[in-house]
Antibody, heavy 120, light 111 residues
Framework: QLQLQESGSGLVKPSQTLSLTCAVSGGSISSGGYSWSWIRQPPGKGLEWIGYIYHSGSTYYNPSLKSRVTISVDRSKNQFSLKLSSVTAADTAVYYC????????????WGQGTLVTVSS | QSALTQPASVSGSPGQSITISCTGTSSDVGSYNLVSWYQQHPGKAPKLMIYEGSKRPSGVSNRFSGSKSGNTASLTISGLQAEDEADYYCCSYAGSSTNVVFGGGTKLTVL
């Protein structure tokens, strides 16, 4: 059973870049069929898909965030990362990483989430 | 504004059944049998409850069921229990450009 754990800075200044990492255990990040995704949830609001990276390295991003998002994979560390540039207060949210099994369109394993606050 | 439309709230008494709707378009829910439903308790990560419209992952109670008709997917919870009180989100694949869309979420209150 996969386990995912987010880590990174919990406080980011406006206009700077948010950086988070998701460590995957219980399986290989190179497993065929799986993609690795990021989802966020502003306080008191709903879920928003940010994007995912396929095991091949192909990336797919939410069109509304595409210009600011980069998702990458570090296979040697069995982890993947999120970078979101030019952040504003609107990017304050709990950020979740999740495994995404594309064939079935499901995010079946989730991290516990990490709160990122954008504030000076 | 979310891509998929859900009612903001629903409620029911213990033992009753409730249904949460998730309305999309012919570009997402209507075109793909890739609708999933997630349960989220306060302060917790979402949990997969239904996938491919009507399939239950191992360990999910058979009180949870899913269906789809046209551009609308539905989640039904029968025999409501206090532990079912949570937020529920639908999610659909939406093609290669938009990819993944969520509903705005529905708060279920067990009276």
């Amino acid at each position: 059973q996969l386990q995912l754990q987010e880590s990174g800075s919990g406080l980011v200044k406006p206009s700077q870049t948010l950086s988070l990492t998701c460590a995957v255990s219980g399986g290989s990040i190179s497993s065929g069929g799986y993609s690795w995704s990021w989802i966020r949830q502003p306080p008191g609001k709903g879920l928003e898909w940010i994007g995912y990276i396929y095991h091949s390295g192909s990336t797919y991003y939410n069109p509304s965030l595409k210009s600011r998002v980069t998702i990458s994979v570090d296979r040697s560390k069995n982890q993947f990362s999120l970078k979101l540039s030019s952040v504003t207060a609107a990017d304050t949210a709990v950020y979740y990483c999740a495994s995404y099994f594309m064939v079935q369109g499901v995010m079946d394993y989730w991290g516990q989430g990490t709160l990122v606050t954008v504030s000076s | 504004q979310s891509a998929l439309t859900q009612p903001a709230s629903v409620s029911g008494s213990p033992g009753q059944s409730i249904t949460i709707s998730c309305t999309g378009t012919s570009s997402d829910v209507g075109s793909y049998n890739l609708v999933s439903w997630y349960q989220q308790h306060p302060g917790k990560a979402p949990k997969l409850m239904i996938y491919e419209g009507s399939k239950r992952p191992s360990g999910v109670s058979n009180r949870f069921s899913g269906s789809k008709s046209g551009n609308t997917a539905s989640l039904t919870i029968s025999g409501l229990q206090a532990e079912d009180e949570a937020d529920y989100y639908c999610c659909s694949y939406a093609g290669s450009s938009t990819n993944v869309v969520f509903g705005g979420g529905t708060k279920l209150t067990v009276l």
